[in-house]
């Protein structure tokens, strides 16, 4: 069985990543979207309210699980048994941090991990979770960077009123 961690903050999820998982589940067996539980972090969402969202996200994709976790990652994907890491490569100024990151990883688990990038549409380039947190900040348009539920549920962490 091919299966494939998905880890990120989703903090929160874009169509971005949402377009990453949807051709992740179709080119493995089983997607497992991992949240990270960074304590050093304050999120705009709390780790099990970005898992809820994911999994209402994803619901129709019957071979994708949303799970969190804290600590390394090697450690986490061994303790899963799985051996493959996606993540989504938007532009050159994400590859030396992915790049860094997928080769510490590597040489943490002796070689046993390695990571797969999958390009992300060019529609969904300019996207990140950042972005989506300052424009709803200002009261902005989010509508084309997030599902309808996860707008209404970032607006109302901000005090807005559903756009
Ligand atoms: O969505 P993000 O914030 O770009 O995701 C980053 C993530 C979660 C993939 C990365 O920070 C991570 O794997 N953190 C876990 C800690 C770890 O293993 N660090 C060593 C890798 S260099």
Redesign the pocket.
Known sequence: MKRAIY????DPVTYGHLDIIERAAKNFDEIIVSV?NNKTKTPLFSVEERVNILKEATKDIPNVKVESFSG???DYAKSRDVHLIVRGLRAITDFEYELQ?AQ??ALLSKESLDTIFFATRLEYAYLSSSSVKEIASFGGDISMCVPEFVSKLVYEKFGYEKK
């Open positions: 880890p990120g903050s989703f990270l390394l990652l090697v990151n510490t990883n």
